[in-house]
């Protein structure tokens, strides 16, 4: 068959990991679907119809899906053509793969993914220190578990690969497995010898595709070292913490915007209360007792108003449970975070909103002609604000983010400034390519809230192709 298989993955998890590099080395064409879990990518309806389990992996083939890993390894080795010792088809060498796939649910897959999530996964969810008991007893199961691949499927380092002398699916399937307590800061490589070279030798069977495939997990050991940051702790504050916070916004509005996706993004509780600033809802007296500079966004937590877009993002990354990204701990990480916010308010904040104002909303508002003169000097602002932006916040394309490696708060401020001067027809994208990299490269981490919440921007766009027509103008004279 040589109709590529739609393969959905989040390299987060082990399972799919393995997916992902059995197709690269067996040569299965196929095509990658990345699936973000911690997004709700496998909570929508359209992911849930495929999958009503809401995990990863999943395969579909034409209108065929498929959801379970070993399920779908044997799927696709029996209906593409693969060299045949990845699953062979004679039936005593399929029979002792398969031995593996069965044992290893509830070994290698149970033991080792158990470990991970009490010592680091539930920890980083929930904020909550680990249970220290459950934590070595975790690990006392998965010991046992691993002295169980030396001894009886390695016999003691005599066989090269699980089912033999060559490497089977059940090998990737295994170091997929056996790499996760890693993250954790466990590594089996460290345990003696025999696991060492197994790992070394699976690893190098499979590379490049095998460190492409786990380069997510080595940015957590990285970052992390094994341990949830003592700060994550002490971050978190019960009070109000789960309670759904009010965020009252109009997405016209840049700054509201970013607020409506941060809390998309991040996972917190929260109500949108729409306002239409046009309408003149700022201006009520009940919306001013709550933010007398009658702007949007505001949040309300309680008894609580906050009406700055930075100083709520600060708020709301110290009040809810958040991936750290968005705001990191570190005091240097989040010193890097807080440099672009406090920049950007006279940076992309003012100069991008300056132009947009200047050609397309005055003319509108006031019913006058735009002032060419000031539209040019606007321009010309922003333009060099954009510049500084390529060049020293996202170092001529060096950095795919503009606080380091991983996205923050930073980034979303930034792309929903840099899409507004689009209605006044300045397409950033058009004029430079790192700037289009860099904001498709957020824009898709943050869909489908992205593409929600500038939904307003679009058809603005496409419908006055960023010019104010005359009639908006010339019907003052006629009042």
């Known amino acids: ?84 010792h990845w699953y062979p088809k004679d039936a005593r060498e399929q029979a002792r793969v398969d031995e593996y796939l069965e044992w290893q649910h509830q070994g290698t897959r149970l033991q080792c ?9 539930i920890p980083m969810g929930t904020r909550k220190r680990p249970d220290d008991k459950k934590v070595e007893k975790m690990k006392a199961n998965m010991e046992t578990c691993l002295e169980e691949m030396e001894r009886i499927w390695l016999k003691n380092g005599e066989k090269d690969f699980i ?170 990480l989040q010193a890097r975070v807080d440099e672009y916010l406090e920049w950007q308010h006279q940076g992309t904040r003012l100069q991008c909103s300056r132009f947009f104002q200047e050609k397309w909303l005055f003319p509108i508002a006031f019913r006058q002609p735009p002032n060419e003169k000031r539209i040019a000097s606007t321009r010309v602002s922003m333009e060099k604000c954009l510049e500084e932006l390529e060049r020293i916040w996202l170092q001529s394309g060096q950095k795919p983010y503009l606080c380091g490696d991983t996205i923050s708060c930073a980034d979303i401020l930034a792309a929903c400034e840099l899409e507004q001067p689009a209605m006044a027809g300045y397409n950033v994208r058009e004029k430079s390519s790192i700037l289009k990299a860099y904001m498709d490269r957020v824009k898709s981490e943050l869909n489908p809230y992205y593409d929600e919440a500038h939904s307003v921007v679009y058809k603005v766009t496409n419908k006055f192709k960023g010019q104010v027509p005359p009639s908006a103008y010339q019907e003052k004279a006629k009042l």
Request: glycine share 6%; proline share 7%.
């Open 1 to 84: 068959m040589g109709v590529p298989v739609k393969v959905y993955l989040d390299l987060m998890s082990q399972p799919a990991r393995a997916l992902y590099i059995f197709c690269k080395v067996s040569g299965i064409q196929h095509e990658i679907v990345p699936v973000r879990i911690l997004k709700g990518d496998t909570k929508t309806p359209e992911y849930t119809e495929m999958n009503p389990f809401q995990k990863v992996p999943v395969i579909k083939d034409g209108d065929f899906a498929l959801t379970e890993s070993v399920a779908i390894l044997r799927y696709l080795a029996r209906t593409r053509e693969i060299p045949d």
């Open 163 to 332: 089912a033999g002398g060559k490497i089977s699916v059940a090998d990737i399937l295994a170091a997929c497995e056996m790499e996760q307590p890693g993250m954790a800061g466990y590594d089996v490589r460290n345990r003696g010898p025999i696991l060492k070279a197994y790992m070394e030798r699976v690893q190098d069977s499979l590379n490049p595709h095998y460190d492409v495939a786990h380069e997510v997990v080595q940015k957590m050991i990285k970052r992390f070292g094994g341990e949830v940051p003592e700060a994550m702790y002490k971050k978190y504050k019960k009070m109000g913490s789960s309670a759904p916070v009010r965020v009252y916004v109009d997405l016209m509005s840049q700054p509201a915007r970013a607020v409506y996706i941060f809390c998309k993004a991040a996972g917190i509780p929260h109500l949108i209360i729409p306002v239409r600033i046009v309408n003149g809802d700022t201006r009520t007296e009940e919306y001013t007792a709550m933010n007398p500079f009658q702007r949007v966004p505001v949040v309300q937590d309680g008894d609580f108003a906050l009406t700055e877009s930075v100083a709520i993002f600060r708020y709301l990354a110290q009040t809810r449970v958040v991936a750290d990204h968005w705001y990191p701990q570190d005091h240097k």
């Open 113 to 121: 993914s158990r470990f991970f999530l009490e010592k680091f996964l």
